[in-house]
Every structure is written in C-alpha cells, then in structure tokens.
C-alpha cells in the first residue's frame, strides 16, 4: 500500500496542475448538467446553508431536490453532512452509502463516511472507505490525515500513520506543524520500538 | 157280450199298451195294414159293406170247393165282418142292434177263418189267415182262442212275418196271466229276430226278470232300453219315450235296491258301459231310498255317483242334492258334512274345473256361494263358542273359500273382513295383516273397509311391540305399521283414530332412527289434536329435531311441551329427561355457533343454558365453554367474570384446575399481573411437572415485577431461589432480578448484598459458570468497586492532610483493587468500564494531591518545594492514569470501542494531546450535485 499510494502520488504530482480541486465525475457532471439552473442556485443556497449551520432550513431543501433528483448524489451526502452534524450517525451513514452509491468517486462523501465508521468503531471500514478515497482521488489530502489519525490511535499501525501522515504533508504545500510533530513522535515512537 | 168284448179288447188293449207305450200309434189296423194282403186285390171288383158282403155270400154258396178263389173270398169276407165290428166297436155309441151285429159279424169272420183253414190247411200263407183269426177272436174277446190262433201260427209258420208280433202278444198274455216262464220264452223268442216289437219286449222281458227275481239279468234289459232310447243325444224324446224311461228306472232303482244297493250299481256299471243315463240311475236309486226315508242310503247313492263320476255335468246336482237329503233328515252334522263336501268338491280351485266351465253352472256358483259363507260362519260361531281354533281354521278355509271365488260379490268384503278378524284371533297376524288391507283397499269404502285399514294397522302394532327390540320380525313389523298407517290416512283421512295412529308410526319412525319422518308425522298430527296427543307429537318432534341436530328447534319443542306438561312429581323422570334435553341442544347450538366462528352467538347460548336449565349438569360445562369462547375472542374481563363464577359456584368441579389456568390466560391478558400471580400460585398445586412448578414460581415473580409490586416481586424471586438454586444459569438472573428491584426500591444495603451473593455464587460455580455468569458477576462487581470509587472521591486532601491522604489512598486502593476484580472475568464491557474508572481514580488522585489543600505555615520557597514535590508525587498517577487509558484504547485492536474507550480516548487527548489530540477532517459541505 505504501509503495502504491508512493507511486500514485509521484504521478499524480508530475501530472496535476490544479491542487485543492474537486474533481467532478461524468456522473455527476450528468446530474448537474440535468438539474435546473434555479434547482442549482437552489441547492447552493442550501450549502451555503449548512456551512452557516442552519441546518434545518438546509435540510428542507435538499429534501425537496431529492423528491425532484433522487439519484443526485451530491444531494444525498449533504444530507448525510446534515445527519452527522446532528451526531444521527446511522442516519449519516445511510445517505452517505446511497450516496457512494450513486457516485463512488465522491471522495469528500467517503471521507466522512469514514469518519462516521470510526466514530461507529467499525474501524477496517474507515480505512477501506479511507483508501479508496484515495485511490479515487491522491490528491484529496484530508484522506491522508484521517487515515493517519485512525492507523495511529484505533488500527495500532503507527508506521502506516507515520507514511500518511507524511503523504499529507506531502499534500499541504504550506505544510502543517502539528502533523510534523505528530511525524516526529512517531517517528521516535518507531525508533524507540527498533 | 159286446161289453165284455169292449171290456176285453181294452183289457188286452191296455196290457199292450200299458207295456208298450213306445208303441204309441201302433194298433192291430196297423199291424193288418202292414200285412200283406194283395191277394184280395186279385179278386173281382166288388163292392164293400153290407152289398159286397151279400155278393160274397152269394159267391160261396155257388163256389167250387177247394179253389183259389174261394179261399180268397172266405178270406176277403172274414176280413169285411171284421172291419165292420171294429168300425162299430169304435164309434161313441152302439146301439143293441149295432152290438147284435158285431158280435154276428165277428161270428161270421171267426166261422170263415175257421172254414178257410179247415178247407186249405196246406197253404203257404195260412199264417195270415190264423193271424187275422186272432185278431177276430181278440174282437169277440176270447183270449184262450186268440192265444190258441196265436200258438198255432208261431208253431206252424216261425217263419211268418206276423211271428214276433204273434210271440209278444203271446208273452204278453203269458205275463198277465203272471206265466213268467212262459213269458220269458215268448219274449226272448221276439228278440231273438229284429221287429217293432224288440223294445217292447226287452222293456218287458226285464220285467219278467225282475218278477222272477233276477234282478242282474233284469238290469241288463232295462239298461239296454235305457240305451237303445239313445237318451242323451239331440234327438229329443217322446212323452211315451220319457215314461218308457223313467219307468226303466224306476225298475232298475228296485232292482239294485233289492241286490246291494248302489255299490251294486257300481258294480254293474264296472262290467257294462254306462250311457249318459247313469245319473239318473243313481238319482233314481236315491230317490227310491228318499221315499222310503233311507237318507244315508240316498245320499250314499248320490255322492256314488258324485265320486264315480267326478268331472260329469251331473255331479255337482247330485252332491247339492246330498245336502237337501240331509237336511230333509234333520241331522245338522250330516248336513255341514254334505255342504263340506260339495264345497270342497266344487270349489273354483277344485279339479273339476278344469274340465268343465264354470259359468255354464250358475246355479252351482251360487250354491258355493250359499254353503262358503254358510259354512263360514258355522265354523266361525262354533270356534267362539267354543273357543277352538281348530273350528276357526276351518271358517278361515270357508272365508277364504268365499273371498276368492267371489271377490267381486257384494258381501265378500264383509267376509273378507270376518277372515281377517279370525286370522287375527288365531295370531296369524301375517295373514290377517294382509286380509285387513286388503278389505281396507281392494273394496268400496264402508265403516267395515275403515275398520280394516285400522286394525290393519293395530294388527302390525300389537305385532311390532311383541317382537324383540332391534330384531328384523320388529323392523319389518314396525315398517308395515307405518306404509299402513300412511295408506289409513290416504285413504281415510277423516277417522278419530287416525292422529293415534300417525303418533304411533311417528314413535317408530323416531325408534328406527327416520327421525325426519318422525318429525313430519308428528308435525302431521300437530293441529287440532288434542292435549294428549299434543303432547305425544311434540315429545316425538323435539325427540326427533334432537337427533336430527336441529337443536334450535329441538329446544323450542321441549319447552312448549314443558309448558302443556309440568312435572308431575319429584321423579317424574321424563319431564327431567326433556329438561335435560334442552340443556343439552342449548349446549349443542352453541356449540354450534361456535364451529360456524359466530361466537357472540356461542357464547350468549352457552351462558343462556344456566338461565333456562339451572339444574342441569352441563351448565357448568357450558359455562367453561363460554369462558373458552370469551377467551378465544380476547373478552377478557368478561371472560373473567364467567370463570370466577365458574369457581364460585362448582368448587369441587374437576375443571377447576382449567379454570385457573385460563383465570390466569385472562388476567395476564388484561394486564392484571397480580391476579395472574395469585392464579399461577393456584395452579403450582396441581401442576405436575417439575419443571413447569419451578417455571410458575419464576412467573410468579415476574409478574409482580410487571405489577410493580417489587416487593412481592423480591419475595418471590427469593422463594424461587431457595426452593430453585438450580439451574444455576436462571438462579444467576434471580439474584440479578432481585439486585435491580432492590437497586429500584433504592435498598442499597440489600443490593449489595445481594450482589455480593451473586458474585459468591458465580466464584463457586465451577463449571457451570458461563459466559452470562460472568457477566453479571462483573456488572455486581462494577457495581460494588463504583460504590468503592465513591467513598474514595468522597475523601478530601484538607486538614489533616496525612490522615485524609492515608484515608484516600488506602480507599483507592480498594477501589483500584475493586475495579481490578472486574477485569478478572474478562467481560469487554465491564473491563473498558473498570479499566477506564481505574485511569479516572489514578488521574483523580493526581489531581487531588495537586489540589490538596497546602500547608499553612509555608513560606514561598516552601510552598515552591512542596508544590514540586507534589507534583512528583502526583505525576506517577497520572502517569498511571494514562497507562490505564492507553491500555483501554489497545482494545480498539479488538474492535472494542465503547463509551469507556472513548472516555479514556477523550482523557488521553487531554493528558497527553502531543500524542493523542487528533481531530479529523470533516468536509462542512460536499460541493457536488
């Protein structure tokens, strides 16, 4: 796995021009191509909605969408983003694995779906849903760090963390001091093991 | 002279005719005018009368002796005078010079005869001459000469034509003269050639015989006249023919009269063939014994005749007459003995009927008639009279007799009727049964024909009660008492006795099990009838309703009988048996409701028994059905209500047991847990099994805990577990049953005691310690080390410091140890909990020492120093603390992340966040459609 993601990463660096950016894929491109212009000023507003976390109102219109689109998968994980904010993480669960359903390269959706699965202490999930986040998307940075988080304190697996972590790093050109100390740590963690 | 000539001529005359009457017409002018007399024709035309006579004379006086033509005209001459006297003799009067010439003229033939005899004696044809000498001395009434003239022709000229004539007019002289001898000769010699007079003279020569006292030979004449009458054939005959007859019999009945009688007559006729006569020679021979009063033998005679001669058209006369003889005799038995036997011997089955018809004897057919009935009631009045069926069997064959030979007669049905009762009488109920009927339906109805439908019916009655029960005589017996009684109300539909009878084929119909027809026969008799036969109908309807299972309708019956028949006393047995029968069709229609799923119906019947039928047996029963009925349809508390009745009232019934069983369906199924408890303690009494016992004390405890009566609940879960300490497993969850109620009532103490006592029992388990088992002692211990942690939080590190530190320590370290117990049964629940609390007393412990309250008398410096030397001592518990959570975390490897991982997760964070303060990642929103 590590000489894997090594590799991916190695290609996708040469090859990216563009970091931070979500990729849409055809479907998705399909369903937004598909859903009216209003409908998508709409399900802005709803976004916009839940990052000011109000949720309720958020909620409502993403169910009115969903009556309109039931295979926009978008919709679906923000829904799930809902639930999990309201800490219904079953419910969270649910939508968010209608909507990898719909869409398997929703990268942000496996994310918190991972999430939600460590949380749930179904521990193996998180790291495959981590995984093939990345896998759908090497640049995705904050796959690595979760990832680094679960491997370190739940899977006991503190090389594979430290290797995550790094990728991250990687990632984060403007780089992140509290994931470099965490590297050191264990890092030593490592050493003093040897 | 001349009178004594008439007088003699008619003598004569009257002998010969008297004796032969068949010769009606025949006189001596016959007989000359057969003679042959042609010669006279030969002579010279002469005149006739007194002128021819004179010129005749006149001729002999001159004629030449010896010549032919003298002879003739002596002949011719004798023969005028003659004529003439018999032409006087004939006329009505004469007068005395006519007598004077009569006898003169017949003087003169006599004398010419005489000459023309004397003066030709050789001639061939003198016969006539002596012939006609007779004739004319016959005339002059001198027989000896006559008999003389008579003997010298038979003698001298037996070849004479006038020879039999001559021979019978000598036998019968001879016979008058009683010369039978002579008489038989004379007589046999006329037979002896064919001649008129044969007949005469066998009739004759029969007399003869019979006069000499040979009767056989005799018969054998009279016979032969009988025969050659030809009597019987189409040829009528002549009155003189019929006298002929009937003298002949009367001959021959004296005949065989003065031999043996008629087995004489039998005996004769053994040896000669008998003409169509022979009736009459028996009749005769019986009318001979009839006049002299010999009634045996004329009857005798008459049924000789009868058995000798069985298939003769004659026969049934002469054995009807046999009856008359009898009844002339005035002896009774010998009259019914004759009537018998003429009606045994005619009757229409008779043989004698095959060869003759019937219908050709009237009179005979109404003989039979006469004698069947009157031989009938004969029989039958002697049988009652005397009481012998013998007599009446006999009047039975006489009706019988009557019946069939005459079934269209006018009082055959009364006869008909008569058979049947005797047949009855005798117990020939077969018969008589059939004959009843058959007068009831074969004839045009009268009050006899009603009567005989109806005995017919009794008949079959009287015989089916007699019979054995169930036997095939009874059924078949019972079944024509119901066909009959079904025929009497077709066709008599008005008669009194008919309802009886329609009641009686109901009982029957109800006994052979046809309960459908009962109840139509019954229903029949229903209307208008009266209070008694009401009654009888309406047991028989509901009786029949009751098998038929149209119970509804069953108990509607009974209770209108009921109400036209209250009980007549205490054991009237069949009123309580009808009382019983509507508590049982009350029982039956719910029942049957109940199959057909209507149980509102079900059960409101069910209930309705009590009400209708208090006493009856099965009110308890259908009282339980109700209840089963209330429960299935989840009545609950009406349910209830019946079963506590139920118990109430039939304490010692053996449906107790039941009913407590579903007293406690009912209650728990209303939620009322506490009276489910109260029945569970009922039924462990009678509950068998042991396991189903320990099962029910379990209940009961658990039922107060449902109730919230904790502590009956406590009580009995405790009982349980003194009397059940085993299956250990189920013990385990009584202590743990009575730890959380304890825990409820907010009884510490108890609870932990009880907790203690759990853990106790779970360490000396042995093997039969379980997963369960462990379990629930680590929850105790979690339990009891968290009352330990307690105490220990409660301990402050004020003044006095070393006491209140030596106190706290020494606490957490009954608490460490308490929670450390925990983990020895390695319940991954219960040891993140302990493991976890355990981190949670280090960490508190810490931070309690560093919170401690500090020495007063410390300056700066000192209070710095005793601050790090605090913290030295308080940073190996946290350390400890620390530890413990990490050690809680590395059970994530086991996929063990509960509340108490999380904490200690969380509690890492916070003593160590270098290492353990990880937040994730989070997207607020996802930016896709």
Same mark, same amino acid.
């Given at each position: 796995m590590r000489y894997s993601l090594s590799l991916i990463l190695c290609f996708s660096l040469l090859t990216?021009?563009?970091?931070?950016v979500v990729k849409i894929d055809d479907e998705s491109a399909d369903q937004q191509s598909s859903m009216s212009d209003s409908d998508k000023r709409v399900y802005k507003r709803a976004l916009e909605g839940i990052k000011k976390k109000r949720l309720k109102q958020a909620q409502v219109i993403l169910n009115k969408l969903l009556k309109k689109y039931p295979n926009a998968s978008g919709v679906l994980a923000n829904k799930a983003v809902i639930y999990a904010s309201k800490n219904r993480l079953s419910k969270a669960e649910e939508f968010f694995e209608k909507s990898l359903k719909i869409n398997d390269k929703l990268v942000q959706a496996r994310n918190n779906l991972a999430v939600i699965y460590r949380k749930k202490g179904k521990f193996s999930e998180a790291e495959r849903m981590l995984e093939a986040a990345i896998v759908s998307n090497?640049?995705?940075?904050s796959a690595y760090y979760n990832l680094g988080i679960l491997q370190e304190l739940?899977?006991?697996k503190p090389d594979k963390a430290l290797e995550n972590y790094r990728l991250y790093l990687d990632l984060?050109?403007?780089?992140d001091k509290r994931v470099s100390q965490w590297v050191s740590l264990l890092q030593r963690q490592l050493k003093s093991r040897k | 002279m001349i009178r004594r000539c008439c007088r003699h001529t008619a003598f004569f005359l009257s002998v010969y005719y008297g004796s032969l009457?068949?010769?009606?017409?025949?006189t001596i002018a016959d007989i000359e005018q057969q003679a042959?007399?042609?010669?006279?024709?030969?002579?010279?035309a002469v005149k006739t009368g007194g002128s021819a006579i004179f010129e005749y004379r006149k001729y002999l006086q001159v004629s030449r002796p010896s010549s032919e033509q003298r002879r003739q005209v002596l002949v011719r001459l004798a023969e005028i005078e003659v004529d003439q006297a018999e032409k006087l003799i004939a006329s009505d009067t004469v007068t005395e010079q006519q007598q004077r010439d009569i006898e003169q003229g017949i003087a003169s033939a006599v004398e010419l005869f005489e000459t023309a005899l004397k003066e030709?004696?050789? &001639?061939?044809?003198n016969h006539r001459v002596l012939y006609q000498l007779a004739r004319a001395y016959e005339l002059n009434a001198e027989p000896d000469q006559v008999m003389a003239s008579l003997v010298r022709l038979v003698n001298s000229?037996?070849? *004479?034509?006038?020879y039999s004539q001559a021979q019978f007019r000598l036998a019968e002289a001879y016979f008058i003269e009683k010369d039978y001898q002579k008489a038989l000769k004379a007589y046999t010699a006329v037979l002896s050639r064919e001649s008129i007079y044969a007949d005469n003279s066998l009739y004759k020569r029969g007399w003869v015989y019979f006069k000499l006292l040979k009767y056989d030979l005799a018969l054998h004449d009279f016979v032969s006249v009988l025969d050659n009458l030809k009597f019987g054939s189409e040829r009528e005959l002549s009155r003189i023919e019929n006298e002929l007859y009937a003298d002949s019999l009367r001959v021959i009945s004296l005949s065989f009269s003065s031999m043996k009688g008629v087995s004489s007559v039998n005996n004769f006729f053994t040896k000669r063939k008998a003409g169509p006569y022979i009736k009459d020679i028996y009749y005769s021979l019986g009318q001979l014994y009839l006049g002299q009063k010999r009634y045996a033998d004329t009857a005798d005679s008459y049924m000789a005749f009868v058995k000798s001669y069985k298939?003769? &058209?004659?026969s049934p006369d002469l054995a009807l007459e046999t009856i008359d003889v009898w009844r002339s005799s005035k002896l009774p038995k010998k009259v019914i003995a004759a009537r018998q036997e003429f009606s045994h011997l005619y *009757?229409?089955?008779?043989?004698?009927?095959q060869t003759n018809d019937?219908?050709?004897f009237e009179g005979i057919k109404t003989a039979l008639k006469y004698n069947f009935k009157l031989l009938a009631q004969y029989h039958h009045s002697l049988g009652q009279n005397k009481k012998s069926d013998k007599e009446k069997t006999r009047a039975i064959h006489w009706y019988s007799e009557y019946i069939e030979s005459f =079934?269209?007669?006018?009082e055959t049905a009364h006869m008909h009727f008569l058979y049947a009762e005797l047949l009855a009488e005798l117990r020939r109920y077969d018969e008589a049964f059939s004959a009843y009927e058959a007068v009831a339906y074969n004839y045009k109805k009268s009050e006899e024909t009603t009567e005989a439908a109806y005995s017919a019916v009794l008949v079959a009655t009287s015989v089916a009660k007699l019979a054995?029960?169930?036997t095939k005589t009874r059924l078949e017996w019972q079944k024509k008492v119901v066909d009959s009684t079904l025929k009497f109300a077709a066709a008599?539909?008005?008669?009194?006795?008919l309802k009886n009878t329609l009641l009686h084929v109901a009982e029957i119909q109800y006994e052979q099990g046809k309960f459908l027809e009962a109840i139509d026969m019954a229903e029949l008799v229903l =209307?208008? *009838?009266?209070s008694k036969q009401k009654k009888k109908a309406l047991l028989i309807l509901g009786h029949g309703q009751f098998e038929l299972e149209l119970y509804s309708e069953a108990e509607k019956t009974y209770l209108e009988l009921l109400k036209l028949r209250?009980?007549?006393?205490?054991?009237?047995k069949e009123y309580k048996k009808i009382r019983k029968r509507i508590a049982i069709s009350i029982y039956k229609e719910a029942e049957i409701a109940q199959k057909a799923g209507d149980s509102e119906l079900a059960i409101r019947t069910f209930l309705r028994l009590k009400k209708v039928v208090?006493?009856? *047996?099965?009110v308890s029963a259908a009282e339980f059905d109700a209840a089963n009925e209330l429960l299935k349809t989840k009545q609950w508390e009406k349910a209830i209500n019946v079963l506590v009745r139920f118990r109430k009232f039939y304490p010692?019934?053996?449906l107790q047991n039941d009913v407590t069983t579903k007293l406690a369906v009912a209650y728990k199924e209303s939620k009322q847990y506490v009276n489910v408890a109260s029945e569970y303690t009922r039924m462990i009494k009678f509950t068998k099994s042991a396991k189903q016992r320990r099962l029910l004390y379990y209940q009961i405890a658990e039922l107060y805990e449902k109730a919230a009566k904790r502590w009956k609940a406590i009580e009995a879960y405790q009982t349980y577990l003194a009397k059940y300490p085993r299956p250990f497993a189920i013990a385990m969850e009584t202590r743990q049953k009575v730890i959380e109620i304890y825990g409820y009532l907010n009884q510490a103490k108890k609870q932990r005691e009880w907790q203690e006592k759990l853990i106790a029992a779970e360490k000396s388990a042995g093997k039969s310690r379980s997963a369960r088992s462990r379990y629930l002692a680590s929850k105790a211990s979690v339990s009891l080390a968290d009352r330990a942690y307690l105490h220990y939080s409660w301990?402050?590190?004020?003044?006095?410091f070393k006491k209140n530190l030596k106190l706290k320590k020494t606490r957490m370290k009954k608490a460490v140890n308490a929670f450390a117990s925990v983990?020895?049964?390695?319940?991954a629940e219960t040891s993140t909990e302990a493991t976890h609390k355990i981190g949670v007393i280090y960490n508190e412990f810490s931070k309690a020492l560093m919170k401690s309250e500090r020495p007063?008398?410390?300056n700066a410096e000192e209070l710095e120093q005793y601050n790090i030397l605090l913290e030295e001592q308080a940073f190996p518990f946290e350390e400890k603390a620390i530890e413990f959570y990490q050690s809680n975390l590395k059970r994530t490897r086991d996929s063990i992340y509960d509340k108490w991982v999380k904490k200690s997760v969380d509690n890492l964070a916070k003593l160590y966040p270098g290492r353990y303060l990880r937040e994730e990642k989070l997207e607020l929103v996802i930016d896709a459609l």
């Open positions: 990216a021009c563009v970091q931070d090497p640049y995705y940075a739940y899977l006991h984060k050109k403007a780089g | 009457a068949y010769a009606d017409k025949i042959d007399l042609s010669f006279l024709n030969q002579l010279p030709y004696p050789g &001639e061939a044809d000229y037996p070849q *004479s034509e006038f298939n003769s &058209e004659h *009757s229409l089955k008779s043989a004698y009927w019937i219908d050709k =079934p269209l007669d006018k054995q029960p169930k008599y539909p008005k008669d009194k006795r =209307p208008q *009838s009266t209250p009980a007549k006393e205490k054991k009237d208090p006493e009856s *047996s099965i010692k019934h053996k301990v402050t590190l004020k003044a006095p983990l020895r049964y390695k319940i007063k008398n410390l």
